[in-house]
Antibody, heavy 118, light 107 residues
Framework: EEQLVESGGGLVQPGGSLRLSCAAS????????MHWVRQAPGKGLVWVSR???????KYADSVKGRFTISRDNAKNTLYLQMNSLRVEDTAVYYC????????????WGQGILVTVSS | SYELTQAPSVSVSAGQTASITCSGD??????ASWYQQKPGQSPALVIY???KRPSGIPERFSGSNSGNTATLTISGTQAMDEADYYC??????????FGGGTKLTVL
């Protein structure tokens, strides 16, 4: 059974850093493009970043230069390094598996809360 | 940047048909997907590639996409269908874009 489990969230002060992890199981992780999507409290879904199977990243303008997506195929794990965090980055962060060739997401993690506050 | 627009809320009586729309410039030239999100849960895919249903999704869920509007239709709406629904598309510039979400209330 395919499963995605996020970890690493928590409370951090503005300007601080946090690294999220997403452990994948039940499928060949290295064969899939992976994404991070976030949802601020009471708000909608917002795409954050994606990484292809070669490790090439892409970012939303709102996080470009501050967030770094990466993957370790040997560990079946997706990461999101978040630096220079802002209050507006407060959200539940989901990792999601892309099912191609038309981009959509067939599996999602349970989400992890990141709170940026002083 | 590319944007998708959804009505904030839609109400439907149980057993009736609910239509949730998603608007975007020439959206019919792209592919739309739809996700259902119940309170406290992760989003779940209900329609992809405009009209296709993943395994396990009831037949009462269907989709269409033409012109500037994609539509998610729920026939014979049940109380369990009450949730937030998000459309999603891919754009070469914006990459992945979601609509703002529609809260479906089943009366």
């Amino acid at each position: 059974e395919e499963q995605l489990v996020e970890s690493g969230g928590g409370l951090v002060q503005p300007g601080g850093s946090l690294r999220l992890s997403c452990a994948a199981s039940g499928f060949t992780f290295s064969s899939y493009w992976m994404h991070w999507v976030r949802q601020a409290p009471g708000k909608g879904l917002v795409w954050v970043s994606r990484i292809n199977i070669e490790g090439t990243p892409k970012y939303a303008d709102s996080v470009k230069g501050r967030f770094t997506i990466s993957r370790d195929n040997a560990k079946n794990t997706l990461y999101l390094q978040m630096n220079s965090l802002r209050v507006e980055d407060t959200a539940v962060y989901y990792c999601a598996r892309e099912k191609g060739p038309i981009v959509h997401f067939d599996y999602w993690g349970q989400g992890i809360l990141v709170t940026v506050s002083s | 940047s590319y944007e998708l627009t959804q009505a904030p809320s839609v109400s439907v009586s149980a057993g009736q048909t609910a239509s949730i729309t998603c608007s975007g410039d020439k959206l019919g030239n792209k592919y739309a997907s739809w996700y259902q999100q119940k309170p406290g849960q992760s989003p779940a895919l209900v329609i992809y590639q405009d009209t296709k249903r993943p395994s396990g999704i009831p037949e009462r869920f269907s989709g269409s996409n033409s012109g500037n509007t994609a539509t998610l239709t729920i026939s014979g709406t049940q109380a369990m269908d009450e949730a937030d629904y998000y459309c999603q598309a891919w754009d070469s510039n914006t990459h992945v874009v979601f609509g703002g979400g529609t809260k479906l209330t089943v009366l």
